[in-house]
């Protein structure tokens, strides 16, 4: 069983930054993708971003040029950097973890979750 364990949410002002950070644990088998997903009040869950365990990046448009995502692997570790915050970002961020095991299934696991919000 993967555990992620998520920190670095919390209430900055427009223009402002913030760093979250998702560490995992447990895992018997590789990561092979992590990222972040948010859910604002009333909406539905979507991808902000998500890294390989090569690297590969994937961003939502709405994020582009403003979010950047990396990942420790041998710490198993992804971090999201966020820039140039706006209102429309206020969200309950979500980590994310796929597991490849045997037979290459996949199998996905989520953190608790953490609130950005973005407010004068």
């Known amino acids: 069983q993967v555990q992620l364990v998520e920190s670095g949410g919390g209430l900055v002002q427009p223009g402002g930054s913030l760093r979250l950070s998702c560490a995992a644990s447990?895992?018997?088998?590789?990561?092979?993708?992590m990222g972040w997903y948010r859910q604002a009040l009333g909406k539905q869950r979507e991808l902000v971003a998500a890294?390989?365990?090569?690297?590969?990046?994937i961003y939502a448009d709405s994020v582009k040029g403003r979010f950047t995502i990396s990942r420790d692997n041998a710490n198993n570790t992804v971090y999201l950097q966020m820039n140039s915050l706006k209102p429309e970002d206020t969200a309950v961020y979500y980590c994310h973890a796929r597991v490849i095991g045997l037979g290459y299934a996949a199998y996905d696991y989520w953190g608790q979750g953490t609130q950005v919000t973005v407010s004068s």
């Open positions: 447990g895992s018997s088998f590789r990561i092979n993708a």
């Open positions: 890294i390989t365990d090569g690297g590969i990046t």
